[in-house]
T-cell receptor, first 115, second 112 residues
């Protein structure tokens, strides 16, 4: 079965704190893709990153970084020096070919960054 | 920039009405998707389409149908709306099936 689990339903931090959003996935496929999306209060999901299963290199983009570890089936997302504008719901998602190319989303983590 | 637009941001309908939700993308993407989003459940796929006039059921197709007569337009139809279809509906498109999906702003549908 394919599944994505985001165990943290809500996280609240104070501005400038670092915060890590956890994502654990399940799949038996060897080829798959992992994604993170941000959904601000406006409602539109914004694509953040796509990672394929053969590339375990960590990635950094400004204050955002991602840690992909196949050994623990995790794809965690860290925001460094958080800002109020980072407040949003963040979704992790999995795509495998055995699912016909369908995205499987986690339940989402609502991040609240307070000034 | 990819633009995915949805016909309405908010919609209120009555039980039993036929409801059309329209989605248009302007980047010539092959693939289009309809999701519904409910608190605590994340996004769940209703239907998707890999080509014009082609459709595939997602995880929760019951009570819905779709139409894709043109490449850029993907419509979601609720034949007879029910209160349990009150939800946020999100449309998305992608160039290939393993690429990132781009989402529209969503339609918040309330069925009374």
């Amino acid at each position: 079965a394919q599944k994505v689990t985001q165990a943290q339903t809500e996280i609240s931090v104070v501005e400038k704190e670092d915060v890590t959003l956890d994502c654990v996935y399940e799949t038996r496929d060897t080829t798959y893709y992992l994604f993170w999306y941000k959904q601000p209060p406006s409602g539109e999901l914004v694509f953040l990153i796509r990672r394929n299963s053969f590339d375990e290199q960590n990635e950094i983009s400004g204050r955002y970084s991602w840690n992909f570890q196949k050994s623990t089936s995790s794809f965690n997302f860290t925001i460094t020096a958080s800002q109020v504008v980072d407040s949003a719901v963040y979704f992790c998602a999995l795509l495998t070919y055995n699912q016909g190319g369908k995205l499987i989303f986690g339940q989402g983590t609502e991040l609240s960054v307070k000034p | 920039d990819v633009k995915v637009t949805q016909s309405s941001r908010y919609l209120v309908k009555r039980t039993g009405e036929k409801v059309f939700l329209e989605c248009v993308q302007d980047m010539d993407h092959e693939n289009m998707f309809w999701y519904r989003q409910d608190p605590g459940l994340g996004l769940r796929l209703i239907y998707f389409s890999y080509d014009v006039k082609m459709k595939e059921k997602g995880d929760i197709p019951e009570g819905y149908s779709v139409s894709r007569e043109k490449k850029e337009r993907f419509s979601l139809i609720l034949e007879s709306a029910s209160t349990n279809q009150t939800s946020m509906y999100l449309c998305a498109s992608s160039v290939f099936s393993d690429n990132e999906q781009f989402f529209g702003p969503g339609t918040r549908l309330t069925v009374l």
